[in-house]
């Protein structure tokens, strides 16, 4: 493990956080963030060995190129990556949507070498100043192959995650972007909605469970910006399916159907219980 | 505080806390519920003194009637906990909308001694085994008076949630059951019909957010009907609203209007914001 330079593009909660795992696994870490602010804190947090100025430079020597920055940037620098990194290294990315990023790797002339990836982990929060070397603990970290990656790429890959002591899991880019769009996007904007429904007075009254509907509105919004641009049809999809379901709901609500809505909380009860059986474990 | 006799009706959740969080307090607390084997599990936990096959007996020399029952329930016992509490004892419920109860504690031959009142507290789990004296630790606890209301039995609803190290805050019904439309009804169904559009094979695709976005899915549907019922015209108002905001952002998505997106996200990220800030203190 030691000895091995490893290149973290974007030093975010996630680039972050990743960077202070691999270092602790024994890597030596070289960062580069666009904002040399956000450099400057996880370098002085102790998340990464050096900084550069350029990603071109960070990548120079690197046997692995962590790409954590937004879906749409990820996509505009990979040729760029590409061309810089030394044969024989891997390149991995972070993004939420895979099928634009898979996409854009199969062209490379480096394709081989490069793996789709996407760590199921992350809060509403970002920058360097939360990022965590656990964060990735017992989380599965999504890897999908292009049609052009190699198998030894995806090795290197996945032992990267069980550095970072999360857990591989292969899927193809449509199976995770269809699903994603109904475990991560479509909750995402239902927090911004429920957010933009609160008055700004309802706070004192108030419980737990509102914060909890309305934490993930916090999220950065480049980040969410560039995942509903590059999932938007499943996302959308998701969104229509939704309205179906609440509108139900509304329905049973408004002409007082109460068996209708007992019935529909009993489904969504069990459904809840049974994604908790699965992620809890 | 010594020598003083609680009753407490239902020992779900909210009225096993109460109990335990009063008999801490020094009070002598008697329980009751329909479900016999609830209320031996509350004696079994230490919440509750003793309990009574019949909520008269459990009443009848009470200086202080909890009614922690479903909002449906709490509108037919009132007035046969009226009936058989002793005059100079007071009458508090905990339901979750006040509009029905406080009209149905106006209408009470002892209309005078009837508070209403609802603890900001609680989770989607249910039932004595999740009691926690410490629930409702610096929560809001409204409370609401009925026309007919004396100052005297309000007073003392003050002093109880005191006891129970909760925050009294006065408040209409009215006001009460338009603002928790939007902060806690509203959460509770959009939770419902997100876990109803997620598939049975997601959970392994899926991150710590659609957890705690479908957490509260799985809540009492019972106590949930009833609210429903209750606060129906404030509760559809609600989901309208939410409706509009989200099918705005529907539109967005699908149009490529990440503009659009992008300044809904901001504005939803500082009401978040500014609740989280109003919740936390």
Redesign the interface.
């Known amino acids: 493990v030691t000895d091995r330079e490893v290149a973290v593009i974007g030093l975010g909660l996630i680039g972050g956080s990743l960077a202070g795992a691999l270092r602790r696994a024994g890597a030596h870490v070289l960062g580069y963030d666009l904002s040399c602010e956000r450099a400057q804190t996880a370098f002085a947090l102790g998340l990464v060995d050096g900084v550069s100025d350029h990603p071109a430079d960070a990548v120079r020597a690197a046997d692995m190129v962590l790409l954590a920055v937004p879906v749409r940037s990820i996509v505009e620098l990979l040729p760029e990556i590409d061309a810089v990194t030394p044969p024989g290294s891997v390149i991995l990315d972070t993004g939420s949507v895979k099928g634009p990023v898979v996409d854009a790797m199969g062209r490379l002339p480096g394709a081989a070498r490069a793996v789709g990836g996407h760590p ?4 509403q929060r970002s920058g360097p100043e939360v990022a965590d070397p656990d964060l990735f603990e017992g ?2 970290f ?1 890897l999908c192959a292009s049609s052009e990656t190699s198998d030894e790429a995806m090795s290197v890959a996945e032992n990267l995650v069980r550095e970072v002591r999360g857990i591989p ?1 292969r ?1 193809t880019a449509n ?2 972007d269809r ?2 769009a ?3 996007h ?15 007075d ?18 950065d ?2 980040m ?2 560039d995942i ?2 590059a999932n ?1 049809d499943a ?2 999809e ?6 179906r ?3 139900a ?2 329905t ?3 002409t ?1 159907d ?1 068996t209708a ?2 019935e ?6 069990a ?9 809890d474990t």
């Not at 529909?264 to 009860?269: K, L, T």
């Open positions: 199921l982990a992350g809060d989380r599965p999504v899991l899927t199976e995770h699903v994603l109904r475990t991560s479509l909750p995402q904007f239902l927090s911004t909605a429920l957010a933009l429904c609160v008055r700004p309802d706070g004192k009254l108030s419980g737990p469970a509102l914060r909890d509907m309305t934490r993930l509105a916090e999220s919004s480049t969410w910006r509903a641009g938007r996302l959308v998701s969104m229509r399916e939704f309205e379901q609440f509108g709901l509304v049973a609500v408004e007082s109460l809505l007992v529909a909380m009993e489904s969504g009860s459904r809840a219980q049974s994604l908790a059986a699965g992620t």
